[in-house]
Every structure is written in C-alpha cells, then in structure tokens.
C-alpha cells in the first residue's frame, strides 16, 4: 500500500480531517490532497513528518487497544 493510500485510510478511520493533517505537517491541505491525488511531489522532510504521523496514530491506536478504551 503506498503512503498516500495509508494516510487516506489514517483519515477515514481516525476522522481526521485533511485541514487539521496539514496544519500538524505544515503544509496546506491543498498540497495535502494534491500530494495524495499523485499532482504534487512533497520535499523528504514532509515524508518524514507524514510518516511520524502515521506512526504515533498506530501508537495511540495500540495504546488505546491495549488498555481497552478503543474508540
């Protein structure tokens, strides 16, 4: 799965919204939805910003799961 698939999924299932997402990576959510349509290629610090991001939403899901308090 490509990284833009897996933000769309982090999106959807944490009810995230693009605008909140890019305001965290500091970007604007149209460079956020161009990048993820494939229109934008974004520098490597933003692919390391979205892949943290992407990496403490699957800690607190983990977190979350293991201590029974899914949302």
């Not at 933000?7 to 299932?13: C, G, I």
């Not at 605008?19 to 610090?45: C, E, F, N």
């Not at 933003?46 to 939403?57: N, W």
């Amino acid at each position: 799965m490509g990284l833009q698939n897996e933000v769309r999924d982090y999106l959807s299932k944490y009810g995230i919204t693009k605008s909140h997402m890019a305001k965290t990576l500091d970007i604007s959510a149209a460079q956020l939805t161009s990048w993820m349509t494939g229109r934008l290629v974004l520098p490597d610090y933003h692919m390391v910003k979205i892949r943290e991001y992407l990496r403490v939403l699957e800690s607190v899901d983990s977190f979350l799961y293991e201590h029974n308090m899914v949302l």
